[in-house]
């Protein structure tokens, strides 16, 4: 039930709804602003948010809510979904691949940006064109979240070869890294203890007033 009404959600008389518009707009404002300024590069950034989009957007179109469809309007759904993946391959070849501090990052250039613009009237235009050919309220605009995590994904798959082939390391993972920070520190804590679990004598506290110099500060 709960799921039927979040899909309910995503149209309003066929036409996507503000709740839609808003995780469209959010998701690729997000991406804006984080790749602008230049992001560590790795997979999890690469397609995490696509496949979300994805998900959520083939389950727009497939769930008991979905607005029905005739052939003009999937036709109208299949060139959109088609000139986002285009304008997707176009964005991933002209981002910036850079090292900083031995690991590879990635930053979009006026020209990525001009990309996404490029897709925005292109929907735009598609939504007017879709009216014009009396296609149902909202033909043109019919799968826009599938339509941006496709164009996402499509950049992944041109960001993916282009970073392995410039020899640098993807970024870590912030979570493997704290993960990674973690299990060292536990390792130093009972390094000397012989196994028995305990801490070694030199990593005690001593009275509450001091610590051993092998001892980390967090934060």
Request: net charge positive; proline share 6%.
């Amino acid at each position: 039930m709960a799921g039927s009404l979040t899909l309910a959600a995503l149209h309003v008389g066929g036409v996507p709804s503000p709740v839609t518009i808003l995780l469209g707009v959010a998701a690729v404002g997000y991406v804006l602003w984080s790749r602008l300024r230049g992001q560590p590069l790795n997979a999890r950034r690469l397609l995490v948010l696509p496949v979300v989009l994805t998900v959520i957007g083939v389950a727009d179109l497939t769930g008991s809510s979905a607005p029905r469809l005739s052939r003009t309007d999937v036709g109208f759904l299949a060139a959109g979904v088609a000139i986002s993946v285009v304008l997707g391959v176009a964005r991933g070849a002209t981002i910036d691949l850079y090292p900083n501090g031995g690991e590879l990052w990635q930053r979009y250039r006026p020209v990525t940006v001009v990309a996404w613009v490029t897709l925005v009237a292109a929907k735009l235009a598609l939504a007017g064109t879709a009216s014009v050919a009396s296609a149902s309220p909202g033909a043109g605009t019919h799968g826009l979240l599938l339509s941006l995590g496709a164009s996402l994904i499509a950049e992944a798959a041109v960001v993916g070869p282009r970073a392995l082939s410039t020899g640098l390391p993807f970024a870590r993972d912030p979570k493997d890294a704290a993960k990674s920070w973690l299990g060292r520190s536990r390792t130093d804590l009972f390094a000397g203890a012989g196994g028995s679990g305990r801490p070694s004598a030199a990593c005690r506290w001593d009275n509450g007033t001091s610590r051993s110099p092998r001892s980390r500060r967090i934060g």
